[in-house]
């Protein structure tokens, strides 16, 4: 029961803070690209804004930056921790894939980035199907309820590829990576600078520092804001996967076990990536054994058949019939999942899952966007795409900040980002977070309250529709 507790009081802890926002309305072999800016009399190199974080996510920050008529004349330095990434394109699938949605899809069009993916591959989801291992409850979502494909399964590398190809044309963007930031010092009054020392000594002075530095943000941590963090004892193991037999792979299948959810998302008419979500002990175990014996546990977990409660049972059968009187009839069958002939080798690999967020994403001079600003369960994909909604939002802000005279980092402007987006986040984790907590349980009034849930919502095309619109879009400045 604390533990319930601790949880709600996060929980409101999170929408306070939404309620409140909705008011206020490198080291010393590091490689330089770009251009070079002036250096002032303190030895500050003096920029408009500065990214801190080169991921996915900082980066395609700075090309829409650098790509935005009202901001491409600003200086930008990007700050990118690890060595440059030279992309290779190899026949065999990375383990790390992404499930971008439309927005996030257009907004890659939109920076001249998702040309460069579309000629190398992706793969396009038209269906989904979420099914309970604790009952015949399941839910489906086709390309029917959107203009365009549900989510497009792409490899983290390449996206960063097809965005660092767009950068490159950009010469207001100054990258350096190998950049370990040893101090930063925040505005202490408006219309300051933020100053940020590398660990090689070089020192850096911008009007607005953006921080897209993950979940150990440095950023965050010297803005002193309130996270709210736990971890939810489990790790993702993602892998590779053949099928056992050559499909027409258009469908992302997730089936909810009492031990977390494995999911498969299409590559290829023959292979799909694996996300499953176990208890720690369990993964590191899975990652340990035969691929034989992973293969066999897989096919387990996707095809098991759990014991059926009767209580659960009569309950979706009487809604059913209740269902059936009012025509509401999905008229859509159950598909039959894959199983899997074996994984892809060397693919193995494990990942912590935790939930993560700032109360504040922004303060004089500073904001904070993807993981730096939140963390999410990976069961609904919507991690990166979370992130990539931070960047549209936040470059409409600051055009709107330029247009009308203000300064970049003034928080009257950022303060606009930072509700647009915790009207968004907000719920969206909330809900992740509960479905996580719902599906662990085992209990018949547990799986019975979910069962009906899901059978019902799966019935009612409207409700499908604003959950895929809600999952597929984000706000944008009235």
């Known amino acids: 029961m604390a533990f319930i507790c601790e949880k709600f009081s996060s929980s409101r802890v999170i929408l306070s803070s939404l309620w409140h926002r909705c008011n206020v309305v490198i080291s010393n072999q590091a490689i330089i690209t ?18 801190a974080g080169g991921g996915l996510v900082g980066t395609t920050l700075a090309v829409a930056l650098a790509n935005n008529r009202a901001l491409e004349s600003k200086n930008i330095l990007l700050l990118e921790r690890n060595n440059k990434h030279e992309y290779q394109q190899r026949e065999q699938y990375s383990n790390r894939v992404v499930a ?5 899809r257009n907004l890659l069009s939109s920076i001249g980035a998702w040309k460069h993916i579309e000629a190398v591959r992706y793969a396009p989801v038209r269906k989904m199907q979420i099914w309970d291992a604790c009952s015949d409850a399941m839910i489906t979502f086709n390309e029917d309820y959107l203009a365009n494909e549900i989510a497009y399964i792409v490899e983290n590398d390449l996206v960063l590829h097809a965005v660092d190809k767009q950068l490159k044309e950009k010469s207001s963007v100054e990258v350096i ?3 370990q930031v040893e101090d930063i010092t925040l505005p202490a009054a408006r219309g300051d600078d933020t ?9 850096f002075k911008a009007k607005l520092l ?10 965050r941590q010297s803005m002193k804001l309130q996270y709210l963090k736990w971890n939810y004892d489990q790790m993702g193991i993602v892998a590779t996967v053949k099928l056992s037999e050559p499909t027409e792979n258009v469908v992302a299948w997730q089936r909810f076990l009492p031990t977390g959810p494995v999911a498969l998302l299409p590559l290829t008419d023959s292979l799909s990536s694996l996300v499953w979500s176990m208890t720690t002990e369990e993964a590191k175990r899975l990652l340990k054994v035969s691929e034989e014996e992973f293969v066999d546990a897989l096919n387990d977990a996707l095809w098991k058949v759990y014991p059926k409660n009767g209580i659960v049972e009569s309950g979706m059968a009487a809604l059913q019939q209740l269902l059936e009187q009012f025509s509401l009839q999905t008229g859509v069958s ?6 899997i002939s074996n994984i892809v080798e060397g693919s193995r690999a494990a990942f912590p899952l935790g939930f993560g967020h700032s109360t504040s994403y922004v303060a004089n001079g500073v904001a904070l966007i993807g993981d730096a600003a939140h963390r999410v369960h990976p069961l609904a994909g919507q991690g990166v795409n979370l992130g990539f909604g931070d960047v549209t939002v936040l470059v409409q802000v600051l055009e709107e900040a330029v247009r009308s005279g203000s300064i970049l980092g003034d928080t009257i402007h950022l303060t606009k980002y930072e509700t647009l987006r915790q009207r968004h986040n907000v719920p969206t984790m909330l809900a992740i977070d509960a479905l996580h ?22 019935a009612l095309g409207p409700v499908k529709k604003i959950l895929m619109d809600h999952a597929a879009d984000s706000p944008r400045i009235r």
């Open 210 to 219: 953006i921080g897209a530095d993950g979940v150990n943000s440095r950023v």
């Open 437 to 458: 907590r719902l599906y662990k349980g085992t209990a018949a009034p547990v799986v019975l309250a979910r069962s009906l849930g899901l059978q019902l919502v799966n």
């Open 195 to 203: 100053l940020i020392k590398l660990q090689n000594g070089k020192q």
């Open 100 to 104: 971008l949605n439309q927005q996030t």
């Open 177 to 179: 990576y190998n950049a």
């Open 334 to 339: 159950r598909q039959l999942q894959p199983s």
């Open 34 to 51: 770009r251009k070079r800016h002036c250096v002032n009399e303190n030895d500050h190199i003096n920029h408009d804004i500065i990214i």
